[in-house]
């Protein structure tokens, strides 16, 4: 069960860095050339709302019991998490040209959504073998 709270720390710490993670490395406040926010800007605004709830779902671990209930929560942060890096990407919504700050950010965006995702795992393993172990 100690396990099990220390992956559900780890995901909500990495969630909360997340969180201010563009108010620690901020993304560049450029506008376009029609006098709108850069795509950058769109991104990270995505990427506050799946933290937040990455936040709410990684507080969650600590309160849930059952383990279908922990399955699914580890399931829906390993999907945050996936969501994380996927904005970035130029294919999803993206940033702006190389060289911008907002690399920067997105880089360690990237590092976080990777752990939130290996910690997610985690916690599904380990959710399984105390489910296991119950039953014996």
Do not use: D, N
């Not at 108010?23 to 050339?33: N, Q, S």
């Not at 990455?54 to 945050?80: N, P, Q």
């Not at 920067?104 to 990777?114: D, E, R, V």
């Amino acid at each position: 069960m100690l396990r099990y709270k220390v992956v559900a720390t780890i995901a909500l710490l990495v969630s909360s860095f997340l969180l201010v993670l563009p108010r620690i490395i901020p993304i560049c406040t450029g506008l376009t050339p029609a006098g709108e926010p850069m795509r950058c800007h769109y991104a990270f605004q995505s990427e506050f709302f799946i933290a937040l709830l990455a936040v709410i779902i990684s507080l969650g671990l600590f309160v849930i019991k059952t383990y279908e209930a922990r399955a699914l929560s580890g399931l829906l942060l390993g999907m945050l998490g996936a969501i994380v890096i996927i904005l970035p990407q130029p294919w999803a919504i993206g940033i702006c040209e190389p060289g911008g700050i907002c690399h920067k950010t997105a880089y360690y965006g990237s590092i976080a959504g990777s752990v939130l995702i290996l910690a997610a795992a985690a916690a599904i393993v380990i959710s399984h073998k105390i489910q296991g172990s119950s039953e014996r």
